[in-house]
């Protein structure tokens, strides 16, 4: 009743999620970076503007009609003050050449307000009804930073209805290849979609009245999260509660026995899974460190769900809900003789060589790293596609400086501007005749200027990247000039360095906290560091094999900066579950059996529920290459790739043959591991299951 009650009131708001992301620059941007400075000193000079650039192109040469044409285009554009157009302030046309020209470039810009970004693809929209599509051999296209971000702004579109659609048929057909049961699989999918609306309408409220910010990015992974990371715990807990079925009439007594033993454990792996979101809090990228509290909350909001609303359900709907396999009581539980069983009692017998084979086979695919290339993509490398930005960014190259339309903004004292423009003209990649103030810009401001420059390569280069630095060393020399160096490359570049100190800060903080809470929960030291160490291979074999994947299967160019970051904290963050389960199973049952046998046992009653876990979550994850974008393509291939390694070989077989070897000393400090070893010939499932019982505490 009380979901009832919630889910009422937080509905209407889930659904303004949309509205109250930010996805202007500013929510993208290092806060203390000097491009973000620049972007917020030159809105006291202008507002704040994102150019769309027309290209016209012939290549035998622009005929007069071509000419005659443009020059209409023009006067029509200058007319346009829809969606933020600022059509009086259109610049050109430019020609390539003066004499025989054979491209012309129309410089519009668009003004960014309150509406940010939802300005983008309605003013490119209504620039492109304006001068149309070409055609009779003239190239015709909108490209430059609002033509590439008015396609970015349509990959966007709808991000958040795909991914739910994407992920729901991925849980839907997991769970009725893991129930069996068509009645069954509605109760964590109800249960997973009350948990979503209930996150995303929290997430909207505090974006609104909190100043949480959240852009398109979050906002996507957070329905990947919920969905995954909530289903997951819905299939570990009803594993349980089908097992206590098995051995107690009454179904409130197996549920509450049920959340008893397995309860801990998922109440440890959303705990992990939270923290290690939080620690994205450190991050420099205001990206990232928005993603920390918007996964957070939604991880905690699904980890409430499925530990209040999921288990009511089951227990009012009762045992019929597991038709056809209805578990009733006295009936064996299949597990007990299955093929994680099998496996234990193989593996078991020389667990020392198999550990050494699996983490010698992870080490040598973690070879695959010599292949990344997490150095940033480019805007043309950035869609799976070629959207029209894009191909006219290709032409506007072939006959313009490469870095037109996106040029570099740089704003200094008024007194020392002289000094400082003929710094910018005299350094290696500018054009030094492209300096100048844009039209609709105030000459100065309280004793600032700004101007612009064009550079001689592609904006998001690393050619481009290389002059920025170069431009910034040269305006930092003048004395008292007090310059910056901003825009559109100079952003890019800053994220690079922000990020790449987020991969140094945060990676570690995420170890530690997953470190202590294992502790905590196992009561030991030897456990969670063999786990923690499992985890850090089974990432590099992911990312290595993900690596090799993109250059040769999918022939993409390049990893995004932050890729290595986000793979790592949802991998060990969510990996870490399975181990979790199953390391937790192992210890309560090495509290009865012993440390060996437990090890067996464990693995055969967690090893169907977990491998279905990891099937859901890695196909949710895989949902992300639904986007029509590289960077998201390559997060959801990665993380969904690290899960099934950490399903189905990491935990599987490499935990299990480290912990049967390492033997009750894996439990080291506590007392079980002071369990008397038993002879060789008797590990695995050779030691008699009547061992005194011992508290697990």
């Not at 690596?547 to 299967?553: I, K, S």
């Amino acid at each position: 009743m009380l979901w009832l009650i919630l889910l009422f009131l937080t509905a209407p708001f889930a659904q303004k999620l949309t509205d109250a992301q930010d996805n202007d620059a500013s929510s993208w941007l290092p806060g203390s970076a000097e491009s973000t400075q620049v972007l917020d000193l030159s809105e006291d000079f202008r507002p704040e503007q994102i150019p769309a650039i027309v290209v016209y192109a012939r290549d035998g040469g622009l005929t007069a009609q071509d000419r005659a044409r443009i020059t209409e285009d023009v006067a029509e554009l200058k007319r346009l003050t829809d969606h933020g157009i600022r059509g009086a302030e259109t610049r050109g046309p430019t020609f390539d050449r003066p004499a025989d020209p054979r491209a012309a470039q129309i410089y519009v810009p668009i003004t960014m307000d309150e509406k940010g970004w939802e300005r983008i693809a309605p003013a490119v929209d209504a620039i492109r009804d304006d001068v149309g599509d070409g055609g009779a051999g003239l190239a015709v296209h909108i490209t430059g930073p609002g033509g590439t971000s008015a396609d970015f702004s349509e990959a966007f579109e709808g991000i958040d209805s795909t991914l739910l659609i994407s992920a729901m048929a991925v849980v839907i057909v997991m769970l009725l290849i893991t129930y069996r049961s068509p009645s069954l699989l509605l109760v964590p999918l109800l249960s997973v979609i009350a948990a979503l609306f209930t996150a995303q309408a929290l997430i909207y409220l505090l974006a609104e009245h909190a100043g949480l910010t959240v852009n398109g990015q979050s906002a996507g992974i957070l329905t990947v999260l919920v969905f995954g990371a909530g289903t997951d715990y819905a299939l570990l807990l009803v594993a349980r509660y089908r097992e206590e079925l098995r051995r107690h009439e009454d179904r409130h007594e197996a549920m509450a026995l049920a959340l008893h033993r397995a309860g801990p454990a998922v109440i440890a792996s959303g705990a992990t899974v939270v923290l290690s979101m939080l620690v994205l809090l450190a991050a420099e990228m205001n990206s990232t460190r928005g993603l920390g509290p918007v996964a957070a909350i939604g991880v905690a909001v699904a980890l409430l769900a499925m530990m209040t609303l999921f288990p009511a359900l089951l227990v009012v709907f009762g045992r019929w809900i597991f038709w056809p396999a209805i578990p009733h009581l006295g009936t064996p539980n299949p597990a007990d003789r299955g093929l994680w069983a099998r496996m234990g009692g193989r593996i078991s017998a020389r667990p020392r060589m198999v550990w050494g084979v699996t983490a010698a086979i992870l080490a040598i695919c973690s070879l695959g790293l010599i292949q990344l290339r997490a150095e940033g993509i480019s805007n043309a490398d950035a869609f799976t596609g070629k959207p029209d930005s894009i191909v006219g960014q290709e032409v506007s190259a072939r006959y313009f400086p490469a870095g037109s339309g996106d040029p570099l903004v740089v704003i200094s004292n008024e007194a020392q501007a002289r000094q400082v423009g003929e710094a910018v003209a005299a350094t290696r990649g500018v054009v030094p005749e492209s300096l100048g103030l844009p039209p609709g810009t105030k000459p100065s401001f309280e004793g600032k200027v700004l101007f612009e420059a064009t550079m001689t390569d592609p904006a998001d280069s690393e050619a481009a990247k290389q002059t920025v630095e170069r431009v910034r060393d040269a305006v930092h020399a003048v004395p008292d000039a007090d310059a910056q160096v901003g825009g559109g490359t100079a952003a890019l570049l800053d994220m690079d360095r922000a990020t790449t100190h987020d991969n140094i800060l945060i990676i570690p903080l995420v170890l530690v906290v997953v470190l202590l809470i294992l502790c905590a929960l196992l009561r030991a030291l030897i456990s969670p560091l063999l786990l923690v160490g499992t985890v850090i291979l089974s990432f590099a074999a992911a990312l290595g094999i993900s690596a090799l994947a993109f250059r040769y299967l999918f022939d993409y160019a390049g990893e995004s900066t932050d890729f290595p970051l986000f793979v790592f904290v949802f991998l060990v963050a969510l990996g870490i579950d399975y181990n979790i389960f199953l390391t937790t199973r192992i210890r309560e049952e090495a509290a009865r059996q012993g440390t060996r046998p437990g090890v067996v046992t464990g693995l055969a009653a967690t090893g169907a529920v977990i491998t279905s876990a990891g099937l859901v979550l890695a196909g949710t994850f895989a949902a992300l290459g639904t986007l029509p974008m590289v960077a998201f393509a390559e997060i959801g291939f990665a993380v969904a790739l690290g899960v099934l390694l950490d399903t189905f070989i990491v935990r599987s077989v490499l935990v299990t043959s480290l912990f049967l070897d390492v033997g009750p000393k894996v439990w080291w400090p506590h007392a079980l591991a002071k369990e008397e070893e038993p002879h060789p010939g008797a590990r695995g499932t050779e030691q008699p299951a009547t061992t005194a019982p011992r508290s697990p505490d």
